[in-house]
């Protein structure tokens, strides 16, 4: 929709050559950017995020597997 807009946009910029028109153009593009960078914000968050939910599941796997090696060194030497 926004492409759709820039598209028109600057199609009546160069046709009619008005400054209207490039001030419309470029507020779009900075509004653009504007919300690029709080996505890209947005999705740093996430993967930080997700990357502590995953540590926090290898540490839990890494123990218990330990735990498990163990108690199989136990019963081996037994």
Do not use: P, Y
Not at 3 to 25: E, K, P
Not at 49 to 78: C, D, P, V, W, Y
């Amino acid at each position: 929709m926004r492409l759709h807009m820039i598209d028109t946009i600057t199609r009546t910029a160069w046709s009619s050559r008005t400054s209207v028109g490039t001030a419309l153009l470029l507020t779009e593009i900075i509004d653009l950017r504007a919300e690029l960078r709080q996505d890209l914000a947005a999705l740093g968050d996430e993967l930080a995020g997700l990357r502590r939910h995953m540590n926090e599941h290898l540490t839990a796997i890494r123990s218990e597997l330990l735990r498990g090696q163990r108690k199989f060194r136990r019963r081996k030497m037994h």
